[in-house]
């Protein structure tokens, strides 16, 4: 798994995280930046664990989503320097 710099924070994090006590939402908060910077799947509690594989989800598919884009743009970049070149 590539690791990354960043990542978005969704309220729907938030609002599965606001209702936990202060241990388990730190576990699940340093489980997500381990997961999304170091490329570590995290051990954690059973009720951390749980909360951590519905995140995860939404990470994945960002990560996908930005990839596929990434991917996108350097086709497209590469079309345009074909179409520089053969001019």
């Known amino acids: 798994?590539?690791?990354?710099?960043?990542?978005?924070?969704?309220?729907?994090w938030w609002v599965m995280l606001s209702?936990?006590?202060s241990a388990t939402r730190d576990e699940v908060v340093c489980g997500i930046c381990k997961y999304v910077f170091d490329g570590i799947?995290?051990?954690?509690?059973p009720?951390?664990?749980g909360i951590f594989m519905a995140i995860r989800l939404d990470i994945d598919q960002s990560?996908?989503?930005?990839e596929d884009k990434c991917r996108k743009?350097?086709?497209a970049g590469r079309k345009g320097a074909a179409k520089t070149n053969a001019i």
């Open 41 to 45: 799947e995290p051990a954690l509690s």
């Open 1 to 12: 798994m590539k690791n990354y710099a960043s990542y978005i924070f969704y309220e729907s």
């Open 19 to 21: 209702g936990l006590d």
């Open 73 to 75: 743009r350097a086709e």
């Open 47 to 49: 009720l951390a664990s």
């Open 63 to 66: 990560k996908e989503r930005y």
